[in-house]
């Protein structure tokens, strides 16, 4: 990722074949609407995946919980062993920094 990264600060070597993709690209959006112009870079992508590119992950995941607070399952956790096992952290964490002193 961080090559790529680097690759998007180097010259563009051709400027004017650029601006003929990115033109082509707004036309196709422009006569045929945004869903033509998605399906043509989905299609590229598989291309360029057949062609070995190095091309950044595409991979979308969800980053918010997926299951509402109503289907969540019961858990029969045991309080009093959670906060046994705080009191031991927190214990654990002064000991560290008593001994680092």
Avoid: C, H
């Avoid at 291309?47 to 299951?67: F, G, V």
């Amino acid at each position: 990722m961080i090559f790529y990264e680097f690759r998007q600060q180097l010259p563009d070597i051709d400027p004017e074949e650029t601006r003929d993709w990115l033109d082509s690209l707004d036309e196709v959006v422009g006569r045929n609407g945004k869903n033509r112009a998605e399906f043509l870079i989905y299609q590229l992508l598989k291309r360029a995946s057949t062609q070995k590119l190095d091309l950044p992950p595409t991979i979308q995941t969800p980053y918010i919980n997926t299951i509402g607070p109503t289907q969540e399952p019961w858990f029969p956790g045991d309080e009093e062993m959670e906060r046994r096992i705080r009191r031991l952290v927190r214990w654990n964490a002064v000991a560290m920094v008593v001994r680092a002193n």
